[in-house]
Nanobody, 117 residues
Framework: QVQLVESGGGLVQSGGSLRLSCAAA????????MAWYRQAPGRERELVAS???????NYADSVKGRFTISRDNAKNTVYLQMNGLKPEDTAVYYC???????????WGQGTQVTVSS
């Protein structure tokens, strides 16, 4: 069964850190560009960070210098290290996989991140 499973979300105080993980099952991440998105209540889903197959990274301006995306193809897992968290980072975070050689794309079920002030 093909799926992405996120973990690592939770409640943290402002200034704290969390590390999200996204584990792939049923397919090999090494053929996919990966990304983290987030969606806050009443807002559209937005791109947080992305990483290409050769580990080139891209970040939203709002998280540059605070978040780091990485991948471990041997573990079939992508990570999002989040430092210096702010209340405005509160959202459901989703993992996305996009196949570089076709139209396939997969989404995880999301993990809640809540930052208290």
């Amino acid at each position: 069964q093909v799926q992405l499973v996120e973990s690592g979300g939770g409640l943290v105080q402002s200034g704290g850190s969390l590390r999200l993980s996204c584990a792939a099952a049923g397919f090999r991440l090494s053929y996919y560009s990966m990304a983290w998105y987030r969606q806050a209540p009443g807002r559209e889903r937005e791109l947080v960070a992305s990483i290409s197959r050769n580990s080139n990274t891209n970040y939203a301006d709002s998280v540059k210098g605070r978040f780091t995306i990485s991948r471990d193809n041997a573990k079939n897992t992508v990570y999002l290290q989040m430092n210096g968290l702010k209340p405005e980072d509160t959202a459901v975070y989703y993992c996305n996989a996009k196949f570089d050689f076709g139209q396939l794309t997969y989404w995880g079920q999301g993990t809640q991140v809540t930052v208290s002030s």
